[in-house]
């Protein structure tokens, strides 16, 4: 499987096939996915905790670290999909707005190279 062949659907049916051979439906509430994520989301951070942005971003140079990692975020996917499945949202169709959202809400032309807008000089 790679991201050029495989689709969102694919994806979340993988996961549904994995918990419902499991029978995890029965824990698998919105509360107790979205509190598992939390806690994945850190596991994943903690991989980058106290590294400069530089060191962070040369990471993947370390077969250990990128392998934890690797995995750090397919937990994170799994129970964001595994959310998705559960409240029957169309993931694609819910990136897709909200960035048609964030460009709305950060034109490119104003905050290209910055977090926040250009200063126009006014007072």
Same mark, same amino acid.
């Given at each position: 499987?790679? =991201?050029? !062949? !495989? !689709? ?12 419902? *051979? /499991? ?9 107790? %996915?979205?509190?598992?994520? &939390? ?6 951070? @903690? ?5 400069? !942005? ?6 993947? @140079? =370390? ?8 995995? @750090? %975020? &397919?937990?994170?996917?799994?129970? *964001? ?12 169709? &819910?990136?897709? =707005?909200?960035? /048609?959202?964030? @460009?709305?809400?950060?034109? *490119?032309?104003?905050? /290209? ?5 250009? =200063?126009?000089?006014?007072?």
């Amino acid at each position: 499987m790679s =991201d050029s !062949t !495989t !689709t969102m659907l694919q994806l979340r049916d993988f996961v549904s096939d994995f918990v419902n *051979a /499991r029978d995890w439906q029965q824990f698998h509430s919105p509360k107790n %996915l979205s509190m598992a994520l &939390a806690i994945e989301v850190a596991e994943l951070m @903690e991989h980058f905790q106290w590294l400069t !942005t530089d060191a962070s971003r040369n990471v993947g @140079e =370390d077969p250990q670290v990128i392998s934890a990692v690797r995995e @750090e %975020l &397919a937990d994170v996917m799994c129970y *964001a999909l595994a959310i998705a499945n559960e409240l029957n949202i169309d993931v694609s169709a &819910a990136m897709h =707005d909200k960035m /048609r959202k964030n @460009e709305l809400k950060y034109p *490119a032309e104003e905050y /290209r190279g910055r977090y926040g807008p250009q =200063d126009t000089g006014s007072s």
